[in-house]
């Protein structure tokens, strides 16, 4: 099985600052997903980045997937307080199949 | 679109009972994705489904869990019997294939087994 491991698994921050969430495996992915899930709901696709080295931006969100293609990250600038949540990133093995991180759990307080 | 559809919405049952979901994925979309989320293993794929054809079960736990689709419109998952550790969040996505890779995720059921 090709673990995927995001860190932190908890961050707690104050509107305005910026911050970055990790997800990094041993092996290759041929692409990478980021959802973000909210409470009594199911994960909303955020992302998919395929290209090694790729950066992609949505508005406030930056994501980069590692030259290698077995680690990305998700920087999130001027943070506000909608961005909370549940963030998890997704490798897929063929098609269609997703294995997902524990999750990122992100508070952005007033 | 109504996005996708899950019933019921929460379910408390005794361990022994039968308890089926249910899911009605988008309409058009040809992929369907059976999910369980826990605490302890984040969210593991069960089964997945292409044009109603179960493609791969490598992630159903055991016998007591099955899955079936049959038409392009309905999917359920059952489990008989249940158990406590079944307890969980169970959640449906659909997917249009092709080249889209998006999955979009229904509202999720959960699942209570005493």
């Known amino acids: 099985t090709q673990l995927l491991e995001q860190s932190p698994q908890f961050l707690s921050i104050q509107e305005g600052e910026n911050l970055t969430v990790y997800c990094n495996s041993s092996?290759?992915?041929?692409?990478l997903q980021w959802y973000r899930q909210e409470p009594g709901e199911g994960p909303v696709l955020l992302v998919t980045?395929?290209?090694?080295?790729e950066v992609k931006k949505l508005k406030r969100l930056t994501f980069q997937f590692g030259d290698a293609r077995k680690d990305s990250s998700l920087h999130i600038t001027a943070a506000q307080p909608g961005d909370t949540g549940l963030y998890l990133c997704a490798g897929e093995h063929s098609w269609g199949k997703l294995q997902f991180g524990a999750g990122t759990q992100v508070v952005v307080t007033p | 679109d109504a996005g996708v559809i899950q019933s019921p919405r929460h379910e408390v049952t005794e361990m022994g009972q039968e308890v089926t979901l249910r899911c009605k994925p988008i309409s058009g979309h040809d992929y369907l994705f059976w999910y369980r989320q826990t605490m302890m293993r984040g969210l593991e794929l069960l089964i997945y489904?292409?044009?109603?054809?179960?493609?791969?079960d490598s992630g159903m736990p055991e016998d007591r869990f099955s899955a079936k689709m049959p038409n392009a419109s309905f999917s359920t998952l059952k489990i008989q019997p249940s158990e406590p550790r079944d307890s969980a969040v169970y959640f449906c996505?659909?997917?249009?294939?092709?080249?889209?890779?998006?999955?979009?995720f229904g509202p999720g059921t959960r699942l209570t087994v005493t």
């Open positions: 996505a659909s997917s249009l294939g092709g080249s889209s890779y998006e999955q979009y």
């Open positions: 092996s290759v992915f041929s692409s």
């Open positions: 980045v395929v290209t090694g080295g």
């Open positions: 489904f292409n044009n109603n054809v179960p493609i791969d």
